[in-house]
């Protein structure tokens, strides 16, 4: 049973502490690694075929093999980059004829968020890769989520990727807070 309690207009109720836990992770792996990374896709790969919303146990490997590497063709999205922090346990594993690979989505629903909410739009949508296509853009959107209460929680996001374009982020300050909550942090860009 997932901790987390979505209520019917795709916002959050709560968020459990096995999410709270798995986001933090991802949170401070994206900021504390230099990682090649694109909002756009969950994974590519320069020498094999897109993968799509599948990844590989192999590929995992060329993910591990890419952290700290600059223009090696491998590139990855927060999502993306997940299992390397926070790994499926053999249970989620088991759920798969072929237990070498696995779909994201269904990652992303047991140890991330669900797909179909306005705060894993928020945190991961690829349409972010056209406004803020960045480890630190993403981190900072986990951050946001970790960080409201209850009501906010409830509220939804400040911002989706439906409606999000560079003017519209700067009417709302978007890259301004970003920018405060790295600094406050010591991160420079």
């Known amino acids: 049973m997932l901790e987390t309690i979505f209520n019917d207009i795709g916002t959050i109720d709560q968020l459990g502490d096995f999410r709270r836990k798995n986001l933090t992770t991802l949170r401070d792996a994206l900021l504390a690694n230099e990682l090649p990374f694109e909002m756009e896709t969950y994974c590519r790969f320069e ?12 590929l995992l490997d060329d993910l591990r093999k890419a952290r700290g590497k600059e223009d090696c063709g491998t590139a990855a999205c927060a999502v993306g980059w997940a299992p390397l922090f926070i790994e499926p346990d053999e249970e ?8 070498d690979r696995f779909s994201y ?3 992303s629903e047991k ?4 797909t179909d909410n306005d705060w894993w739009d928020w945190c991961f949508s690829g349409g972010w890769s056209s406004v803020d296509n960045s480890r630190l853009g993403a981190a900072y959107r986990i951050s946001v989520l970790l960080e409201a209460d209850d009501t906010d929680l409830r509220a939804g996001p400040p911002l989706t990727e439906y409606s999000i374009s560079e003017e519209e982020a700067d009417d709302v300050s978007y890259f301004e807070n970003r920018a405060k909550w790295l600094a406050e942090r010591g991160i420079k860009e």
């Open 105 to 107: 989505n269904h990652y």
């Open 92 to 99: 989620f594993l088991a759920g798969y004829k072929n237990k």
């Open 111 to 114: 140890y991330l968020l669900p």
């Open 47 to 58: 020498s094999k075929v897109a993968v799509g919303q599948v990844i590989t146990l192999d």
